[in-house]
């Protein structure tokens, strides 16, 4: 367990223009990633509970690291969706920088899976359809989140996914435009991103792919490219070498969307309303809501 802040104050400026002070108390620790550590924190004035971000200013001591968190806090400000993690507010003290989100405090869909292994197809139709609303409402606002996984994938206490993280993300100033950074996380990266160089770049179609990535590991319960080698791994994206095991029972339809999102041709990827209309989103109902009960076990079917 990380060791949880001291108690944070923000000191800013009244609607008189006064100095003025909010004090947090710090919560639970809920997770680490690349530079960032995150706790839950209430705010002793109102009581509120949010998750808080925390940024340690020495560790964007480098220009990269910097311009990237500048871009994650521009892009994730400016978002506002049901599906996607609320940003709340940002401050900064003379060690750190906290961004306030939304407390999503059934975790993330990868611990979901480590505790279940796999999910059920009613599930899994569940949460790809609310990741696929969350992924319409960014690219219609020209983002593409490029780090779609697992990991970033938040669950409320009522089992809302939420998209996190956007430190990958990038913003287009046009439909037509392409990206060529190589980034993304290594079992979920499409073959473009890959063959970046090569290529004329890539562009939203590589949320698609890691969505196929998602769905097909909430089933089968892993990664369908995974080897212990990243070389290996990146040589089957471009190889586009998975299978689907004997051991594990996956209906036609589940197996035909995959495939179409696992193209690796991204002109030949199916758009996300195309994606929705799907047979295996049609061949069953979506369940409203999932119990907090599947956490730990099978919900049952709708
Ligand atoms: P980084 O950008 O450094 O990778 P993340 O945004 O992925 O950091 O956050 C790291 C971890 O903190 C996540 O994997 C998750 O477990 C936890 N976390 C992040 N945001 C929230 C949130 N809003 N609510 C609850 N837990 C969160």
Redesign the pocket.
Known sequence: MAEAPPMVRELYKDENGREAERTYAPGDF?????????Y?LTCVETGET??A?I?AKTSLAKPKARLKFMS?LKIHQSLRHPRI?QFYHYFEDASNHYML?????N??L??LLKRRKRLAEHEVRYYVKQLLEGVQYLHSKCIIHRDLKL??L?LTDNMQL?I??F?LASHLDSRAEKRKTMCGTPNYIAPEILNGAKNDGHSFEVDIWSTGVVMYTLLVGKPPFETSDVKDTYKRIRSNTYNFPDTVSISQEARSLIRAMLDNDPRHRPTITQILSHSFFEADAVPRLLPSSSLHMTPPRP
């Open positions: 809920l997770g680490k990633g690349g530079f960032a550590r995150c839950s949010v998750a971000k940024i994650e993690v989100l939304e407390l999503c405090s975790h993330t990868s611990t990991g970033n938040l939420k996190g993280d430190g």
